[in-house]
């Protein structure tokens, strides 16, 4: 999980929202934003799981994989509505595609 200082204020995301670069996969949309420190954030509507739990697992299980992965830059994930819950490592091996695409280390 995200500590609270590794997450997005409303402002700040608001302003990385519009200007950072756009990824498409199958279960999710990320905006990636070049920055010196690592920031997140998680989006999930309620189109995408009706129930609280849901949601809030979901977002729990991007944050570990984010904090996994996130080594600088700002990050936001918006869960797109599935058949199925994907899996964690579904979301794993696509944030690590656009991890390697973004910071090819």
């Keep these: 999980m995200l500590s609270k200082k ?23 949309d990320l905006i990636y934003a070049p920055h010196p420190t690592f920031h997140g954030a998680v989006v ?7 129930r609280a739990v849901a949601r809030n697992t979901m977002r ?7 904090h ?9 994930v918006i869960l797109r509505k599935t058949p199925q819950i994907p899996s964690r490592a579904t979301l794993k091996g696509e944030l690590a595609r656009f991890h390697t695409k973004l910071l090819p280390d």
């Design 68 to 76: 996994e992965q996130g080594k600088s830059g700002i990050w936001i």
């Design 6 to 28: 590794e997450r997005l204020s409303r402002d700040a995301f608001n302003r990385f929202f519009s200007v950072g670069k756009r990824f498409r996969s199958d279960s999710f």
């Design 44 to 50: 999930i509507s309620k189109k995408v799981a009706s």
């Design 60 to 66: 729990r299980r991007v944050y570990s994989l984010l």
